[in-house]
């Protein structure tokens, strides 16, 4: 088959409706004449009018309504009943537990759960898991995707118990104005400082607030995060040595929990390390590529910084495990990605001689060549820049593909990247659909031809305009696809997903208030 390029016709309006009906209408001329059959273009003709018709009257109106319940929420009806099971469980075993104690544990193996979630090594290791998992594979992939819903659920469960261990020494207050249960004023201090930080940290993450004072959110969530945790331990250890150490099976769990939870919390600190990264500039400078030392699987996540706070994830786009290098593509768009296209491109001025335009053609008519050893020279259009990498490269949703064994991925713009590892898998059939401006001008040969050595569907929106989300669909039946993987913005995602929800097709998104 050959690639299944989808081209503006202007004057072509079908009944499916605006711009995307051009395209629909051509990949179903194009699947005529190949297959030499009438009857599947009508038949795919019908079945498209069925997806609009049905999509337009109603599909989606609980999230416009936002009474959606999500997989995200399920999590919440796991870990709270779950939280209670634990309790009755211990306070069946022994009911003169310390329920101070108790409550601390409990605060404690929820703050694991929480820290552990994020966690790069454990995340892969879900993954592995979950995506050979043989049935009810949506279920699954989708409960992992939805992780959030356990560090939000675990964060509340967190704030419940760490109020109850508060609450309980005040309530139990001694005749003599001491508080019961060996625990003095100070500590009831200390724990109070804990909730009151706890609740600032969940009120900054509801999503309302959080989208409002993204950099505030992140600030705080790191270094107040980590200040709690160091006051806990101070708790801890303080009421350890008031107890001159003679600790009860509780205390002893609640330590061995704590030590768990400062490695879980700051290992991967002392894992980032300091590369040379070396940065091309596409032609139009609205996308960089960038090549960096190191293992990378398919499907993980990169993280990248230049002063140790501000970290940005990218989608590993290319891997060559082999020579231990890989590549990312990153799409110019917010300050810091702009401030790094302009930074390289002073380099670029700055250390040549040649117009800047003549230099960044030179890497677009290059051949991708990862293997290749990064050039120093930035007379090749490349430029070097020193950044820290963590160590860590965890998974991200579009992994999940290896669940399944033919699947539509479908990328706008630069959410190509996470796909293009993906393409030409032994593990599983890939049909691409990218929507996307000046698929060359902008993104450039390396990328280009790594997508359109396949048969896919390339939708360019400088010719056609903005294509409907039923675009998703439109090779489903013919390429027997399993399930629909949408890389894009939360709009266009959650477009997709609906066409998809009311056509009973598999789709995942990403999750973007995880
Ligand atoms: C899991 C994941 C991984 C990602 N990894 C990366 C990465 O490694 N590097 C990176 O740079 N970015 C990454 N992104 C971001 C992603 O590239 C952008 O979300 C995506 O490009 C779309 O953003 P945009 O619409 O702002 O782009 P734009 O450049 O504005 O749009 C891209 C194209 O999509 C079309 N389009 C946009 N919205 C719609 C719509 N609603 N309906 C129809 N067509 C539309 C536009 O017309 C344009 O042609 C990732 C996103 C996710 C979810």
Redesign the pocket.
């Known amino acids: 088959m050959t690639n299944v390029k989808v081209e503006a016709e202007g004057s072509e309006r079908g009944r499916i409706g605006e711009c995307s009906a051009t395209a629909i209408e051509r990949i179903m001329e194009f699947a005529a004449q190949e297959l030499h059959e009438e009857s599947t273009t009508r038949r795919m003709e019908k079945r498209l009018n069925v997806i609009v018709e049905k999509n337009r009257l109603g599909a989606g109106w609980g999230r416009r309504f936002g009474f959606g319940f999500t997989l995200y929420n399920v999590w919440w009806l796991v870990i709270f009943p779950v939280n209670l099971a634990i309790v009755a469980a211990l306070f069946s075993i022994d009911l003169r537990v310390n329920r101070a104690e108790l409550a601390t544990a409990m605060a404690l193996v929820n703050l694991l759960a929480v820290a552990a979630i994020r966690d790069g090594t454990v995340l892969l290791l879900l993954y592995k898991i979950v995506v050979r998992i043989p049935w009810k594979k949506y279920f699954f992939n989708r409960m992992l995707h939805c992780n959030g819903g356990i560090h939000t659920g675990c964060a509340i469960m967190l704030l419940v118990w760490t109020t109850t261990a508060l609450i309980l020494p005040i309530a139990n207050r001694g005749d003599h104005g001491r508080i019961a249960d060996g625990i003095d004023a100070a500590n009831v201090a200390m724990l109070a400082v804990l909730v009151a930080g706890l609740s600032i940290m969940m009120i900054l993450a509801m999503p309302i607030v959080r989208v409002r004072h993204h950099n505030l959110f992140e600030r705080v969530h790191r270094y107040l995060g980590w200040s709690l945790l160091l006051l806990l331990t101070a708790i801890l250890l303080r009421k350890f040595f008031h107890s001159r150490w003679n600790l009860s099976g509780i205390a002893i769990a609640s330590a061995t929990i704590a030590i768990a939870c400062l490695l879980v919390v700051f290992y991967s600190w002392f894992l980032i390390e300091r590369q040379s990264v070396h940065v091309r500039v596409g032609r139009q400078g609205n996308v960089l590529i960038v090549r960096l030392h190191g293992k990378a699987r398919p499907g993980a996540f990169a993280k990248i910084s230049f002063n140790l706070t501000e970290w940005h994830a990218?989608?590993v786009?290319f891997s060559d495990r082999e020579n231990r290098a890989y590549g990312?593509?990153?799409?110019v768009?917010g300050d810091w990605t702009q401030n790094l296209a302009q930074r390289c491109l002073t380099r670029l001025d700055r250390s040549v001689s040649k117009n800047r335009a003549q230099v960044v053609d030179e890497f677009f008519t290059a051949p991708p060549d990862l293997e290749a050893p990064p050039s120093t020279e930035s007379s090749s259009g490349e430029t070097t820049i020193k950044a820290f990498i963590r160590w860590h490269r965890p998974l991200?949703?579009?992994y999940s593909v290896y669940a399944y064994k033919r699947v539509i991925c479908v990328g706008?713009?630069?959410?190509i990247?996470?796909i293009l590892p993906h393409i030409g898998s032994d593990r599983v059939a890939i049909h691409v659909v990218w929507?996307?401006?000046k698929h060359r001008g902008i993104y450039g040969d390396e990328i280009c031809d790594r997508v359109f050595q396949h048969s896919h569907t390339i939708y360019d929106?400088a010719e056609m305009g903005?294509?409907k989300p039923e675009i998703a669909l439109a090779s489903y039946e013919e390429f027997r696809a399993e399930a629909i993987f949408v890389?894009?913005?939360a709009?266009?995602t959650e477009?997709v997903r609906d066409v998809c929800k009311t056509e009973k097709i598999v789709a995942f998104g990403?999750v973007f208030d995880s």
Request: charged letters at 10%; zero cysteines; a positive charge.
């Open positions: 990218f989608s786009a990312l593509v990153v799409g768009a991200g949703f579009m706008t713009g630069a959410g990247a996470p929507i996307a401006k929106t903005r294509p890389v894009s913005n709009k266009f477009a990403a």
